[in-house]
């Protein structure tokens, strides 16, 4: 069983319906260059950024294989949401988990993304449903460095600062990072993702599904 969330800042959804199939794609980003008395060449450079496409069914009605977490909402609600998120200018979380039918979880992913396009499509006879393609592009973020210069006879050493500043960590909590969710927090610091109840339980956490970066889990 999968089930697809889409969350930005305090806004978050549930895809009611989970998509039949998710094309997720990287691209080498190499280069083919032609070198004479040598032929082609190929220069290796950084993969490309990940691109994840799928089709959102958001349904007219509520059909029994609906996914709801806080009620049935009209293919409006969503589609404002997801407009919403484009036109934040802001990354968006795009969390993936997957269980098998016992219940037990096999693992996830929690990826930054940026929301690219959004292609919206309605079909004649299906009673108010509404079809989107969705395209995320993973995003990462443009930092930059301050550097300080140091002098060392005629040269100028320049050097990052703070580069050395390590934060001192607490083995009894644990800092949520991007990609993270509490099966593999749990692998992790316990050996077992089957243990993530745990965590959430000590954590007060309600839906084990829904952690974000940044957030401090006692361990």
Same mark, same amino acid.
């Given at each position: 069983?999968?089930?697809f969330y889409l969350k930005q800042g305090e806004k978050q959804f549930l895809f009611p319906v989970t998509p039949a199939r998710m094309e997720s794609k990287t691209g080498s980003g190499n280069k083919l260059v032609s070198i004479l008395q040598m032929g082609q060449m190929n220069l290796l450079r950084y993969p490309n950024l990940?691109? !994840?496409?799928?089709t959102a069914l958001f349904p007219g009605r509520q059909y029994h294989f609906v996914q709801v977490e806080d009620g049935f909402h009209e293919p409006s609600y969503f589609w404002g949401l997801l407009q919403e998120f484009q036109q934040a200018k802001k990354p968006v979380q795009f969390?993936?988990?997957?269980?098998?039918a016992d219940g037990s979880q096999i693992f996830c992913e929690n990826l930054q993304m940026a929301l690219e396009d959004l292609e919206i499509t309605e079909k004649g006879g299906?009673?108010?449903d509404l079809w989107v393609e969705i395209?995320?592009?993973e995003y990462k973020e443009?930092?930059?460095v301050k550097?300080?210069?140091?002098q060392e006879?005629?040269?100028? !050493?320049?050097?990052?600062?703070?580069?050395?500043?390590e934060e001192k960590e607490t083995p009894k909590t644990y800092t949520v990072q991007k990609g993270d969710c509490l099966w593999t927090i749990a692998r992790k610091n316990y050996g077992s993702g089957a243990k993530y109840k745990e965590i959430a339980a000590k954590n007060g956490i309600s839906n084990p599904n829904l952690i974000y970066p940044g957030q401090v889990l006692q361990l």
């Open positions: 069983m999968y089930r990940r691109e !994840i496409r799928f969390l993936v988990f997957r269980r098998l299906e009673q108010g395209l995320l592009r443009a930092k930059s550097y300080e210069a140091a006879g005629d040269k100028t !050493i320049l050097s990052a600062s703070g580069a050395q500043r």
